[in-house]
Nanobody
Framework: QVQLVESGGGLVQAGGSLRLSCAVS????????MNWYRQAPGKQRDWVAA???????EYSDSVKGRFTISRDNATNTLYLQMNSLKPEDTAVYYC?????WGQGTQVTVSS
């Protein structure tokens, strides 16, 4: 079992920034990769970003250049720095590791 707890969501104006955190109950370097997903109201859950064990990062086209995924191996925490936020970024954001999911954190971007 792996427990994941997201935090850092909130309400922000368009153009603003937020940093999401995901605390993981196990050593994150034991996993091949970690992901962020998001789900907007009435829509399917979409992949946002990934960080592999090697440190390589990957992003969906919709967030590339605006979001940065990172991790702190010492504290077993995954991050998502979100800049230049747009109203279409409004969603519940989830971290995922080895098919385990957190409870999600709401991000709302006002225009």
């Amino acid at each position: 079992q792996v427990q994941l707890v997201e935090s850092g969501g909130g309400l922000v104006q368009a153009g603003g920034s937020l940093r999401l955190s995901c605390a993981v109950s196990k050593r994150i370097l034991d996993f091949s990769g970690m992901n962020w997903y998001r789900q907007a109201p009435g829509k399917q859950r979409d992949w946002v970003a990934a960080i592999l064990r090697s440190g390589r990062t990957e992003y969906s086209d919709s967030v590339k250049g605006r979001f940065t995924i990172s991790r702190d191996n010492a504290t077993n925490t995954l991050y998502l720095q979100m800049n230049s936020l747009k109203p279409e970024d409004t969603a519940v954001y989830y971290c995922e590791v080895a098919d385990f999911w957190g409870q999600g954190t709401q991000v709302t971007v006002s225009s």
